[in-house]
């Protein structure tokens, strides 16, 4: 569990992103790329997804070098989705481009210690090879995300009604306590359901509010940046209507991206 904690300052400095948040979207779509959770949600993303990757030439890419830079587990760098991409794809990716080389190597190395990573994330502390991870990211973005960018804009605005209305008619303790299902509000502290391979920590405002991202490929469990120094930023999942499942075999997509045994392995 995530339990972040409120002052009364912190109270009047949360709020809701207007728009989604590009990078972490990316990020979040890898994931489903590796999960079956949800995997009715996104049947026919799945199914565009595999088409375009392969047209595209970028299944070697997404294979070899986003996963294992997005594993889904416990954690994957903070860098990677700057809270500055809430302005948009190119400030995102200047803040990638921005990193200071020390910090992108404390964070593959945690990441190498948490999960294990290749030994080429170490070159990602260089400038040449962090700017050909920015082209990857934005190419894998304009091929698969970008396409759902009107549909994750239409349920983002209704989430943001729907928030919006808690907060006209309660305030911030209105807004919070519709967050449900993963998150509970026992003010002055907002209990957040976190992956279960995750320790149970906690997160200190100090002031700095906190800003809530509804995202439409993040599936389940909110997250939030693992460094609590960076701004608090916390994304969460909008609920999906159920959608056709085919009846062919809903490995297939997964399968053809990973390799049988992989896929196998990620049910």
């Known amino acids: ?15 809701l992103a207007a728009a989604h948040d590009p990078l972490w979207e990316t990020a979040a779509s890898l994931h489903r790329l590796q999960s079956r959770k949800g995997s009715w949600a996104y049947a026919g993303w799945t199914r565009m ?15 070899d070098v986003l996963l294992r830079l997005y594993p889904r587990a416990e954690y994957f760098p903070d860098f990677l989705t700057p809270a500055a991409a ?8 200047e803040a ?24 080429w994330v170490r070159r990602l502390g260089e400038p040449g090879p962090r700017a050909e ?27 943001r009604a729907a928030r919006l209305r808690g ?7 209105g807004l919070l306590t519709g ?27 100090n002031g700095r509010g906190l800003t809530l991202v509804p995202s439409y490929f993040n599936w389940a469990e909110p997250v939030a940046f693992a460094d609590p120094d960076l701004p608090p930023v916390l994304w969460y999942s909008m609920l999906h209507e159920p959608s056709h499942v085919p009846a062919d075999d809903p490995d297939k997509p997964l399968t053809a991206l990973l390799g049988r045994a992989r896929a196998v392995a990620l049910r």
Request: no cysteine; aromatic share 4%.
């Open 133 to 159: 991870l920015v082209g990857m990211l934005r190419a894998y973005h304009e091929a698969v995300v970008a396409p759902y960018r009107e549909e994750t804009q239409t349920k983002l605005d209704a989430e």
């Open 96 to 119: 990638i481009l921005a990193t200071p080389p020390r910090r992108v190597l404390q964070e593959v190395a945690i990441l190498d210690r948490t999960v294990g990573a290749p030994s």
């Open 1 to 15: 569990m995530l339990r972040i904690h409120f002052s009364d300052a912190d109270l009047g400095r949360t709020r």
């Open 179 to 205: 967050l449900g299902p993963m998150m509970r509000w026992r003010p002055p502290v907002l209990e957040v359901t976190y992956p279960t391979q995750a320790a149970d920590r906690d997160l200190y405002l």
């Open 49 to 63: 997804a595999r088409q375009r990757l392969r047209e595209n030439g970028l299944e070697r890419v997404v294979r």
């Open 86 to 93: 809430l302005e948009g794809l190119d400030a995102g990716a």
């Open 167 to 173: 907060l006209l008619h309660g305030g911030t303790d």
